[in-house]
């Protein structure tokens, strides 16, 4: 129902209930940030229906800890955090980590690097890699927000030197991720998204928060906000690109298929969900799709703004392969399609619409 009619729609209808059931629940919510843009933070903040605070109010959240935004003051004498948590936020996380029993989100990618020490990303001079594992040991649940969280993302690109994972993923493999390198076993909700939207986490940690089980997919994302449709299915644009009418440019009047839209691959809500209170959205915008809820986002998408025309491979990996890491065993026949569809081929309607032409060449125009 959440998933259908919005999370201020049902947030007003069901406010009461969920409050009870997560104020039951006692769970805290310890917030820690990694490599990456804190966009995802942003989005949250910018929920704009509900009202972020109204939303937080409305089902009990207590943000105990993040590291954005609240003042990371206090001071550390020998390596230890000193005076109380009242004025030394390291220790405030340090004790609300050791009281166990709370919610963990991660945002931003958790560097290995250099050299397994994890340094390439710190707080207080602190590993994230070891902050990390402290907070993960000890959480009831853990959700990865965003796609560097979730699987390593623009924070782990082609080029990188940070060696950054995701929590449980390194792209499309589970077995790279960070826990992966700390031998740890923990259950993980994936919300990707570069950003989130704030409804699709906003709805999940009510569910994680009150208790109830969470469906996901094969990558272990919410199955209420990904995997049903591709973008391209409920696009707006949609019927421009049957009747093969493509922008050459950005911010046209057409679809952005040829400038270089992901959406025949990417499966979330946003077409249907929207964003910024429901009213847009990157091709409604005049953007490409760029599919950056996906695993292997971004190294197999790009360009973002080009077609890949006449080649059997994206990014070096054959077409049925890449269909099976991005989409994974159970959509993967549509994958398959689809992928193929974007790197080798184009609609019916286009092929037609290139052979009409040539054949009014050959009659001189006519």
Same mark, same amino acid.
Request: hydrophobic letters at 40%.
């Given at each position: ?5 919005? %999370? ?11 409050? #009870? ?10 917030? !820690? ?20 605070? #109204? ?33 030394? #936020? ?20 958790? /560097? ?37 969280? %979730? ?43 570069? /950003? ?30 990904? !995997? +049903? ?41 946003? /077409? ?12 409604? %915008? ?53 992928? +193929? ?26």
């Amino acid at each position: 129902m959440a998933a259908t009619v919005g %999370a201020g729609a049902f947030l007003a209808a069901n406010s009461p209930a969920i409050a #009870a059931a997560v104020a039951d629940s006692g769970k805290k919510i310890i917030w !820690l940030q990694g490599a990456g843009c804190g966009g995802c933070t942003t989005s949250f903040l910018n929920g704009g229906y509900p009202d972020i605070l #109204a939303a937080i109010d409305s089902i009990s959240i207590d943000l105990a800890y993040h590291n954005g935004l609240m003042s990371q003051q206090g001071i550390t004498i020998d390596g230890v955090p000193s005076n109380t948590s009242a004025y030394n #936020a390291v220790k405030k996380r340090d004790e609300m980590i050791d009281s166990g029993g709370y919610v963990l989100v991660v945002e931003g990618a958790i /560097p290995n690097g250099p050299d397994g020490t994890g340094m390439y990303c710190t707080t207080g001079n602190q590993p994230l890699k070891e902050i990390f594992s402290e907070a993960a040991e000890k959480a009831d649940m853990i959700i990865a927000l965003g796609t560097c969280a %979730a699987f390593g993302g623009i924070s782990a690109a082609d080029g990188s030197v940070t060696d950054a994972r995701g929590v449980a993923y390194f792209g499309a493999s589970r077995f790279k991720g960070i826990m992966s390198e700390l031998n740890m076993r923990k259950k993980v909700i994936n919300v990707a998204g570069c /950003p989130s939207h704030p409804d699709w986490f906003i709805l999940t940690l009510a569910d994680v928060l009150s208790g109830n089980e969470v469906d996901v997919d094969d990558y272990r994302r919410p199955l209420a906000f990904f !995997l +049903k449709n591709t973008i391209h299915d409920t696009c707006p644009w949609r019927g421009y690109y049957d009747a093969g009418q493509r922008n050459g440019v950005l911010a046209g009047d057409a679809c952005l298929y040829d400038m270089g839209c992901k959406g025949t691959v990417a499966f979330a809500d946003c /077409p249907v969900r929207m964003w910024n209170g429901g009213v847009n959205m990157c091709t409604r %915008a005049g953007g490409p799709c760029v599919a950056c809820v996906e695993a292997e986002f971004p190294d197999v998408f790009m360009p973002f703004f080009g077609r890949i025309e006449d080649r059997s491979v994206i990014a070096g990996v054959d077409v049925n392969l890449a269909a099976k890491l991005i989409l994974g065993a159970t959509v993967a026949g549509v994958g398959v399609h689809g992928i +193929k569809r974007l790197a080798i081929g184009d609609n019916e309607r286009h092929n037609y619409d290139d052979d009409r032409e040539s054949r009014k060449r050959k009659q001189g125009g006519k």
